[in-house]
């Protein structure tokens, strides 16, 4: 395990998981973030922390990045279909603009591994699992800013830099972002409202635990070989998907409701499957994440406060990002 690792996005939804794993191991954690340190990591005598913007030039954030035994960058901008204004240019200066920064500040030796998107492979037609030699075909701004990230990685690797760049799949668990799709069927079923499925019930997700997630990237960061470069990029899946339709169906028994699913259309950033080839994966870490669906969706309905007012109906599963914060 690295003496000191600085996680980037420490606050969100897979970085504090990624915190919370590294500190039970014993390593040393600088966690950086625009957001103040939440409550779940003061109450495990949480890391050391700095409240800075990674593309805003901050010398504390530079010092940090330079004395760093290893790096996980998984802050940005997230959001497959985000399109609010001026979106586009906070997603470049969020993914592209603070992973530059990172990559600078960063010493070449240092294993640093660099949180992209699934996204990047535009999803697919069938069941054919996405290798990484796939060619990349991003559908939206969301997810070519992932693949501007990874030119940068590629980039910078050629130099002889230690980065990895890791895809995660859909992830899913405790502490989910409450804008993504089973965050929002649990309020939604919780409220009697029905859940919006966009396209259609037999659309497919491969769907990882946020717990299993943080097993892989922490087990990335520490293999000796990245320090050898043996780098590039690598899936972080479970090789099995779930239809939409299923997942609407955990959700509502593991509220105990059982509500509509309706039928809406769905916008061309919105993949028909994703499925990941964990090959790659498991000759690094030696090991590929599982998902038990009914007991992954109940943890996280049962960790998700009850939200007061009223919601938007529920939207679908995207094929989400390893879930970053905004740097």
Not at 301 to 313: C, M, Y
Request: overall charge neutral; glycine content about 10%; aromatic content about 2%.
């Amino acid at each position: 395990m690295p003496t000191t690792v600085v996680v980037t996005g420490a606050a969100g939804f897979v970085g504090g998981h990624v915190v919370e794993l590294l500190l039970a191991r014993g390593a040393g954690v600088v966690g950086i973030d625009r957001e103040a340190r939440p409550d779940h990591l003061d109450r495990c005598s949480g890391p050391a922390w700095l409240r800075a913007d990674l593309a805003a030039g901050d010398d504390r954030v530079g010092d940090a990045l330079a004395g760093a035994d290893a790096v996980l960058h998984l802050a940005g901008c997230p959001g497959v279909r985000d399109a609010e204004p001026g979106v586009e240019h906070r997603r470049y200066r969020d993914n592209v603009g603070a992973t530059a920064a990172v990559l600078a500040a960063t010493r070449p030796r240092t294993p640093l591994v660099v949180s992209s998107s699934s996204s990047v492979y535009g999803g697919s037609a069938s069941s054919r699992p996405c290798v990484e030699t796939d060619p990349l075909a991003p559908r939206g701004g969301y997810a070519r800013s992932k693949v501007a990230v990874e030119r940068l990685c590629a980039a910078r690797r050629a130099g002889g830099a230690a980065v990895l760049v890791a895809r995660p799949f859909t992830v899913a668990g405790e502490r989910q972002r409450r804008d993504m799709a089973l965050a929002r069927w649990i309020d939604a079923a919780r409220a009697d409202r029905p859940l919006r499925l966009l396209g259609s019930a037999s659309r497919s997700r491969d769907v990882t635990d946020v717990a299993q997630v943080a097993a892989a990237l922490v087990a990335l960061v520490e293999r000796a070989d990245l320090r050898a470069g043996s780098t590039g990029a690598v899936n972080v899946g479970t090789g099995t998907a779930y239809t939409l339709g299923a997942l609407a169906d955990a959700v509502c028994a593991a509220v105990g409701r059982d509500v509509p699913r309706v039928l809406a259309p769905a916008d061309v950033v919105e993949v028909r499957h994703t499925l990941a080839d964990t090959t790659r994966l498991e000759r690094l870490v030696g090991f590929v994440p599982h998902t038990d669906l009914a007991a992954l969706v109940a943890r996280q309905a049962a960790a998700q406060p009850v939200r007061t007012g009223t919601d938007d109906v529920a939207d679908h599963v995207a094929h989400a990002a390893p879930e970053p914060v905004p740097a």
